[in-house]
């Protein structure tokens, strides 16, 4: 006999409309339909342009890696939402929840639609200052040099190897690894960290089409975050529960933390104070927010109990690496390898 179930007046038979992914499905619905065209059509580029030819080059770079970072940022996450996210919502230890995956579908639209708002204003705003995007990461190609050359190119590659392993094995620690670094460290600390960074420089950089989108895109990644805490929250509830299967999925979360957060803090220097900071972002006001982010997400919302001591020596090693960086060096470094890439692929590797 099928189970019907109501909310507000609604009813069901195979859905449960009184579920909490039911309902993140009808959030998304509502509110992550935005039209990044129209966005476009209703903004227009104009003003963005003109604001960035007033910009000085030291400014043009620290916008152009912040946004650049996102740019490969929401390109991987759309890539392992369409590959892999849908296969592990649908994992046995979600107990087969058709709204989940019902919500996923939304999720990954929003993700594309991202990637989509930031390829095309970064060509039409900022020129092309991107010469690699030719090369893409999809196709074995490479990411933009300045993901590369610090802690996010390590992120991403993390990302998509957890969650293509969560994805074959179906087993509850792997699935809480991929969902932490996907949900946690890049849509959590990396991406609301990033909001906050564009939140900053928009007090001397106004471009309006850009905080415009960022806004969409905020709200978005508010419903992914939910997503991410309810959906460990289950695994951590089984896991405390006692049951065999869902032993150590704590431990993977932690775990998953202390390997990424120096990578966060490495990519949170180099489009601050690497580049002597001239929109005034500050990367101490950063570190500082991403130490709430982390006590917010891990510590209240998943009530686990991370060592902040352990955090912040790792952030300290990472940061004295970095001082020791050149990381305009290291670009030119990434930017010469992918010219011999190119010039490759262009010959047909004669």
């Known amino acids: 006999m099928s189970q019907v179930t109501t909310t507000d ?38 003003e963005d342009r003109e604001i960035w030819r007033s910009l000085e080059p030291v400014e043009q770079k620290q916008i152009r890696y912040l946004v650049s970072g996102f740019l490969d940022g929401e390109f991987a996450v759309g890539e392992d939402a369409s590959h892999h996210l849908q296969r592990i919502v649908g994992a046995p230890c979600f107990d087969d929840s058709e709204e989940m995956e019902m919500y996923m579908s939304i ?20 020129g092309d200052q991107d010469v690699f995007a030719d090369l893409n ?36 620690v792997d699935i809480a690894k991929a969902l932490t670094v996907y949900h946690m460290i890049v849509e959590g600390l990396l991406a609301r960290g990033g909001f906050y960074a564009i939140n900053k420089l928009s007090q001397n950089a106004p471009l309006p089409l850009l905080n415009h989108g960022f806004k ?35 431990r993977a979360i932690e775990d998953v933390l202390y390997e990424n957060v120096a990578s966060v803090a490495d990519f949170g220097y180099m489009f601050t104070d690497a580049v ?11 570190l500082m927010r991403v130490g709430h982010l982390i006590d917010g997400q891990f510590n209240e919302a998943l009530a686990l109990d991370i060592d902040h001591r352990k955090i912040i020596g790792l952030v300290a ?23 011999r890439k190119r010039g490759v692929a262009a010959d047909g590797g004669r």
């Open 9 to 46: 007046g609604f009813r069901a038979e195979r859905i449960d409309t009184a579920s909490k992914w039911y309902d993140l499905f009808q959030k998304g619905v509502e509110l992550g339909t935005w039209n990044v065209e129209k966005l476009f059509d209703e903004v227009g580029f104009e």
């Open 107 to 126: 999720f990954t639209l929003t993700e594309h639609k991202h990637t989509q708002f930031l390829d095309v204003y970064m060509h039409e705003v900022m």
């Open 137 to 172: 990461p999809k196709r074995g190609g490479a990411r933009i040099p300045i993901v590369q050359a610090t802690g996010l190119g390590e992120i991403f590659d993390r990302q998509g190897q957890l969650t293509a392993r969560a994805a074959h094995s179906q087993d509850p």
């Open 216 to 250: 969409f895109i905020s709200t978005d990644e508010g419903r992914h975050m939910t997503h991410g805490v309810e959906a460990l929250g289950e695994l951590l509830a089984k896991e405390r529960a006692g049951e065999p299967e869902f032993q150590g999925v704590g």
């Open 276 to 286: 002597g900071d001239p929109l005034e972002i500050s990367f101490d006001d950063l």
């Open 317 to 339: 090693d990472r940061h004295q690496e970095c001082l020791e960086k050149d990381i305009d060096e290291e670009v030119r470094e990434y930017q010469e390898i992918y010219q």
